[in-house]
C-alpha cells in the first residue's frame, strides 16, 4: 500500500483500500518537530527550514491501558514491566486538529516508534527517546492553518 495519499479525497487511482478489521486508516496528518525516516518508519531529526512533514497513512485503533488484575501471581508486575519498556520505545505523539496545543484540540495520542535500534541513549544520561521528542514538541497535525 502507498504511505501517503496525495489527493485530498483519499482516493488511490486504480486501487482499493480494504477497511480494517478494527480501527480506521488516516491519511494527511502533518508531522511537526521532527523528520520522518520513512525505510525505518521512526522519528529523526528535521531538516533545516522543514517544519512539517507529510505523515503516512496511520492505522487507529483502541488499546486498553489498564494492567490487568488477578491471575497468576506477578502476572500484574510483568504486564507493568512491559508497559515501561514500551514507553521507553515508543513516543506518545499527540494528534491535534489545529496547530494550536491546548487540550481543546486534543483529538487523541498514537505510539511512534522514536529511536533506532541499538541506537544509544540521547546526550543526557538516562535521557530517552521518548523524552527527547516531548521536549522537543513534536505532534501530528490534522490541518497546518
Request: proline share 7%.
Amino acid at each position: 500500500m502507498k504511505d501517503v495519499i496525495q489527493g485530498d479525497d483519499g482516493r488511490i487511482e486504480g486501487k482499493t483500500i480494504n477497511a480494517p478489521n478494527e480501527g480506521v486508516y488516516i491519511h494527511g496528518l502533518f508531522l511537526e518537530g521532527a523528520g520522518w525516516n520513512r525505510p525505518e518508519k521512526r522519528l529523526e531529526d528535521s531538516n533545516p527550514k522543514e517544519l512539517y512533514y507529510q505523515f503516512p497513512i496511520l492505522h487507529v485503533s483502541a488499546v486498553s491501558t489498564a494492567i490487568p488484575t488477578g491471575g497468576a501471581p506477578g502476572a500484574g508486575q510483568a504486564a507493568r514491566q512491559r508497559a515501561i519498556e514500551a514507553e521507553k520505545a515508543l513516543y506518545q505523539c499527540p494528534v491535534y486538529i489545529y496547530p494550536r496545543r491546548n487540550d481543546k484540540y486534543l483529538i487523541f495520542r498514537t505510539g511512534i516508534k522514536a529511536e533506532q535500534a541499538g541506537a544509544p541513549q540521547g546526550p543526557n544520561k538516562g535521557m530517552t527517546a521518548a523524552m527527547k521528542w516531548k521536549l522537543c514538541g513534536v505532534c501530528l497535525l490534522c490541518s497546518k492553518d
